[in-house]
């Protein structure tokens, strides 16, 4: 079913595999620069060795003269150091960016759901459409060959002109190309829509249901579709979030004139001797230390406002584009209702003529048995009946497209059973 196809397109669809990939990308990165406001601690050792002390002279000093003056020192040491962010203004401003980040590309992944869902959805509609239309064909087809052994009986028997007889014989023969190439139509939608399911195009399917079935529905679809309003709309929603990131952008490039203020502190153990004895307790030292450090920006070459008025250009930039953006959604908006509206028309007109169609051409075949008739008539009442009958899948085929289209504009389509992104 139309359901199924969906099903597996959003589990098997490499768009939609990537997209959910993106968006657990980006919860990394938010959870990255959220991790930035955190201590962090780093373990250090080193080994030292002299092999030419510093002098230090000590004037004035008892003993200073007797000090030891060995060539070579060993020294030993590790610690612990802490660094911590106390006030940061522009890295508190990142990490609302990275959620931001996060959050476009949830909605991106979101938008790749519903053109996915609409592209297959459109797919299998066509593939429904090449079925009837074979089905189509070949009623025809059948109609022509019953007419051509009815006129070749009647010929046999004198009643008709040998006339009749190839005409029916060319009208049969005139319609089997054309069931050929809707056999290969319909084998070719099915690939196709096996192709955006993410399946192998030789996987063997079978469609349930035609085009009819959705008949009873169009004028129920076409009072909710009529409904729907745009604000769902991926493109709307996204260009929010990207104006949300720009405003951030642009407030980021403020805070650059903020100072900083940073808490660190180290904790040290070292070992210094001549001779490489590290059980020598009295020689282990230990050091440690606490520190807050603030720094202001006084002055960078004006790199800091140059940068501030071009992010305010970018910001501007970014509402003209963003302005034309919204007045195309509303306009393929307005367009694709009056598709709608003009397909629910175009069904009502076509669903009559399909049944007229089918009792002018049983009056025809009746009038024809019984002599009343002609054999053009019957061929005329039948292209009349094959015309009528393809119309009306195809309005109903072009009412569905129509829906969908309406669909993915408004942000509807994506079922809620199918498995989403991991939160």
Same mark, same amino acid.
């Given at each position: 079913?139309?359901?199924?196809?969906?099903?597996?397109?959003?589990?098997?669809?490499?768009?939609?595999?990537?997209?959910?990939?993106? /968006?657990? !990308?980006?919860? *990394?990165?938010?959870?990255?620069?959220?991790? $930035? &406001?955190?201590?962090?601690?780093?373990? %250090? #050792?080193?080994?030292?060795?002299?092999?030419?002390?510093?002098?230090?002279?000590?004037?004035?000093?008892?003993?200073?003269?007797?000090?030891?003056?060995?060539?070579?020192?060993?020294?030993?040491?590790?610690?612990?150091?802490?660094?911590?962010?106390?006030?940061?203004?522009?890295?508190?401003?990142?990490?609302?960016?990275?959620?931001?980040?996060?959050?476009?590309?949830?909605?991106?992944?979101?938008?790749?759901?519903?053109?996915?869902?609409?592209?297959?959805?459109?797919?299998?509609?066509?593939?429904?459409?090449?079925?009837?239309?074979?089905? /189509?064909? !070949?009623?025809? *087809?059948?109609?022509?060959?019953?007419?051509? $052994? &009815?006129?070749?009986?009647?010929?046999? %028997? #004198?009643?008709?002109?040998?006339?009749?007889?190839?005409?029916?014989?060319?009208?049969?023969?005139?319609?089997?190309?054309?069931?050929?190439?809707?056999?290969?139509?319909?084998?070719?939608?099915?690939?196709?829509?096996?192709?955006?399911?993410?399946?192998?195009?030789?996987?063997?399917?079978?469609?349930?249901?035609?085009?009819?079935?959705?008949?009873?529905?169009?004028?129920?679809?076409?009072?909710?579709?009529?409904?729907?309003?745009?604000?769902?709309?991926?493109?709307?929603?996204?260009?929010?979030?990207?104006?949300?990131?720009?405003?951030?952008?642009?407030?980021?490039?403020?805070?650059?004139?903020?100072?900083?203020?940073? &808490?660190?502190?180290?904790?040290?153990?070292?070992?210094?001797?001549?001779?490489?004895?590290?059980?020598?307790?009295?020689?282990?030292?230990?050091?440690?230390?606490?520190?807050?450090?603030?720094?202001?920006?006084?002055?960078?070459?004006?790199?800091?406002?140059?940068?501030?008025?071009?992010?305010?250009?970018?910001?501007?930039?970014?509402?003209?584009?963003?302005?034309?953006?919204?007045?195309?959604?509303?306009?393929?908006?307005?367009?694709?209702?009056?598709?709608?509206?003009?397909?629910?028309?175009?069904?009502?007109?076509?669903?009559?003529?399909?049944?007229?169609?089918?009792?002018?051409?049983?009056?025809?075949?009746?009038?024809?048995?019984?002599?009343?008739?002609?054999? &053009?008539?019957?061929?005329?009442?039948?292209?009349?009946?094959?015309?009528?009958?393809?119309?009306?899948?195809?309005?109903?085929?072009?009412?569905?497209?129509?829906?969908?289209?309406?669909?993915?504009?408004?942000?509807?389509?994506?079922?809620?059973?199918?498995?989403?992104?991991?939160?």
């Amino acid at each position: 079913t139309i359901d199924d196809a969906v099903r597996i397109a959003l589990t098997e669809s490499t768009s939609v595999l990537v997209g959910d990939m993106a /968006v657990q !990308k980006e919860r *990394y990165t938010y959870k990255s620069a959220v991790a $930035q &406001l955190y201590p962090s601690i780093n373990l %250090q #050792g080193s080994y030292g060795y002299t092999i030419k002390k510093q002098v230090m002279y000590l004037d004035g000093f008892p003993g200073a003269p007797s000090m030891p003056g060995a060539s070579a020192g060993i020294e030993i040491q590790g610690g612990l150091s802490l660094a911590l962010p106390v006030v940061n203004a522009s890295l508190w401003k990142s990490v609302g960016i990275s959620k931001e980040n996060l959050q476009l590309a949830l909605e991106k992944s979101q938008t790749s759901r519903l053109n996915k869902v609409a592209e297959v959805r459109k797919a299998f509609l066509q593939a429904l459409l090449a079925e009837d239309s074979y089905e /189509v064909l !070949k009623k025809s *087809y059948a109609n022509a060959q019953r007419n051509y $052994q &009815l006129v070749e009986n009647n010929f046999k %028997q #004198g009643l008709v002109a040998q006339y009749d007889l190839l005409r029916s014989e060319v009208q049969m023969k005139n319609l089997e190309p054309n069931v050929l190439q809707a056999d290969d139509a319909r084998r070719m939608a099915r690939r196709s829509l096996l192709i955006l399911m993410g399946l192998s195009p030789e996987t063997e399917i079978s469609l349930r249901g035609s085009l009819t079935d959705f008949a009873p529905e169009v004028l129920q679809q076409y009072v909710e579709a009529e409904q729907n309003p745009l604000e769902g709309n991926a493109t709307l929603r996204e260009l929010a979030i990207q104006r949300n990131l720009v405003n951030h952008a642009t407030e980021l490039k403020k805070l650059a004139f903020l100072p900083t203020l940073n &808490l660190s502190g180290s904790y040290t153990y070292s070992f210094a001797s001549n001779d490489l004895k590290l059980n020598n307790n009295k020689l282990w030292t230990p050091h440690s230390m606490v520190s807050l450090s603030l720094s202001f920006p006084v002055f960078t070459g004006g790199r800091r406002i140059y940068d501030l008025k071009g992010q305010k250009i970018a910001l501007m930039q970014f509402d003209l584009n963003a302005r034309d953006a919204e007045r195309q959604v509303s306009t393929a908006y307005e367009e694709a209702k009056d598709r709608l509206r003009r397909a629910a028309r175009t069904y009502s007109v076509s669903e009559g003529a399909v049944s007229t169609a089918e009792r002018g051409y049983t009056i025809a075949e009746k009038r024809f048995e019984t002599g009343e008739g002609t054999l &053009l008539e019957v061929n005329d009442a039948d292209l009349s009946l094959l015309q009528a009958r393809l119309n009306y899948h195809q309005s109903i085929y072009n009412f569905l497209v129509a829906r969908c289209d309406l669909d993915l504009l408004t942000g509807k389509g994506v079922p809620e059973e199918t498995p989403t992104q991991q939160k």
